[in-house]
């Protein structure tokens, strides 16, 4: 058994876990995709010494496929465009949405209605965890401190940011699995909830497992400057207040390396209302370009 799992219960009326092969109109997987457990763990807690890796989705309630119409927005508002507006609000220039508004599209949605799902996954440390003098156990006990709780770091969301997700730590999975059963249906036992399935191909995730185990850094390299205020034997570059002005600076990561997302896929197998996703079991298959095109490997 491995002392580095942790597990939570995710529920919520809605979720799209949006597969990428559709263009415009979203449509989700039937089941949550690893990514989005990913996040769902990380927005419970997350620090840039610790990194997940998602073992197992255990199905609880498949929930019902529902369609309905969704207002969305034709553009974003870019980095660029936000570093402007603060030095002059004057140039503010707002996405506008709602009926009749300039950014204002109407787009159909294929979603998910009242699922349930039970996410298991292992903590580790990154390459910044592990030359701190920090011990695993203490993020593991944090992890379920807030998880006990209800606190998260953000809410989390079931796929889509609108889609919040309710999350309830549970010690055992399989046992949760089995009580949970238990408790929705009056015949048959947790197996009949999705007894085998082969899903194809579905989106494991933008980043790989290995790069998070070197970190992140998310500051561009013209950034990566020590500003004064910033103890520099610190792990983090923890924030300090200065002397004269006592204004916090913020904390700035010098770990790791600069990451471009890129698609990973694997073939999505459910087996008694269970779906193994660790990278160490499963086949990814990376999206790369050749002379010929895309092709995955």
């Not at 197992?56 to 508002?77: M, P």
């Not at 980043?207 to 500051?219: A, H, V």
């Not at 916090?248 to 790791?256: A, F, L, S």
Request: charge should be neutral; include cysteine; glycine fraction near 8%.
């Amino acid at each position: 058994m491995n002392e580095n799992l942790v597990s939570v219960r995710v529920w919520g009326d809605f979720a799209c876990f949006t597969r990428p092969e559709m263009k415009v109109e979203r449509v989700s997987y039937p089941i949550m995709t690893p990514s989005a457990a990913r996040g769902v763990m990380e927005a419970i807690f997350w620090e840039p010494e610790v990194f997940y890796v998602v073992h197992t989705i255990r199905v609880v309630k498949k929930g019902a496929w529902v369609s309905f119409l969704r207002n969305e927005v034709t553009k974003a508002v870019s980095i660029n465009n936000v570093m402007k507006w603060m030095k002059d609000p004057a140039r503010i220039d707002p996405v506008c949405a709602g009926g009749g508004a300039r950014d204002f599209t109407q787009r159909n949605m294929l979603a998910l209605e009242d699922v349930e799902y039970i996410v298991t996954g292992e903590m580790n440390l990154t390459g910044l965890g592990q030359r701190s003098n920090q011990k695993l156990l203490k993020y593991l006990d944090e992890f379920e401190r807030r998880a006990v709780q209800g606190k998260c770091f953000h809410r989390p969301c079931l796929g889509m940011r609108e889609f919040a997700a309710d999350f309830e730590w549970e010690p055992d999975p399989q046992v949760a699995l089995e009580r949970r059963a238990g408790e929705i249906r009056t015949e048959g036992d947790w197996r009949s909830i999705w007894p085998q399935e082969e899903l194809g191909l579905m989106l494991y995730d933008l980043f790989d497992y290995e790069d998070r185990l070197k970190g992140f850094r998310w500051l561009p390299e013209g950034a990566l400057t020590q500003p004064s205020g910033i103890d520099p034997g610190s792990a983090m570059g923890r924030p300090k207040r200065g002397k004269k002005d006592g204004v916090t600076k913020q904390p700035v990561c010098y770990e790791g390396t600069s990451v471009v997302p890129q698609a990973v896929f694997f073939h999505a197998v459910v087996q008694d209302a269970a779906m193994g996703c660790h990278p160490a079991k499963v086949r990814l298959l990376r999206k790369s370009t050749g002379k010929g095109g895309e092709t995955c490997s």
